[in-house]
């Protein structure tokens, strides 16, 4: 004969296991814009959004400064490193994220400022221009982000800087956050 009350406990105690059990969604590092950039929710963005989206199409043949007029001068040769790294999905959060800010400056006053971390990435510019600032538009630092994370990834580790695109006077670098 059929017991209900022992179907019901173990169904509760099913019930009670399955609960139990975490969600499997992935854990995205915090994404953290630098001082004076646009805070993720003023663009309506998450760190687990900007993961979400992934790497960009390939590069378009872009090779270091052929952004540049055959008449102007090349201000910076782009370099890659190895002595400070960052994870290549944690430097595509940020490309993500500078590429959202669009048409909009991503200023250095001063000499350096940080544009995004994101776990062990940290993307900075530099401004080389002898002046009191450069600046360039995000979508311009984020191309520079681009080359690097494209052409100085080594297993998975990315490291150096690029001009921003159009600015030879501003300097991206994709660094490990231990190495400030």
């Known amino acids: 004969m059929f017991n209900k009350s022992l179907l019901f406990a173990a ?23 630098g001082p004076g950039m646009p805070t993720l929710a003023s663009l309506n963005l998450t760190s687990a959004g900007l ?3 992934g790497p960009p199409p390939s590069l378009a043949k872009r ?20 002595y400070s790294t960052a994870g290549v999905d944690n ?7 500078l590429t959202s800010i669009g048409g909009n400056a991503c200023g250095v006053s001063g ?22 600032s450069a600046s360039s ?11 690097i994370f494209t052409y100085c990834n080594a297993g ?12 030879g006077y501003l300097i991206v670098s994709v660094d490990n956050v231990s190495w400030f």
């Open 11 to 33: 169904l509760c105690a099913l019930t009670s296991a399955v609960a139990a059990v975490p969600a499997t969604t992935p854990d995205y590092p915090e994404l953290v814009p």
């Open 51 to 53: 993961y979400g989206m």
């Open 63 to 82: 090779t270091a400064g052929a952004e540049l007029d055959a008449e102007l001068e090349k201000r910076y040769t782009s370099v890659c490193q190895t």
């Open 91 to 97: 430097v595509i959060a940020c490309f993500n994220y």
């Open 111 to 132: 000499d350096w400022v940080i544009f995004c971390t994101a776990g062990d990435a940290d993307i900075s510019g530099s401004n080389v221009s002898g002046g009191p």
């Open 137 to 147: 538009s995000c979508q311009d630092v984020a191309t520079a982000v681009q080359w």
């Open 156 to 167: 998975g580790e990315v490291g150096g800087s690029d001009a921003a695109y159009g600015n």
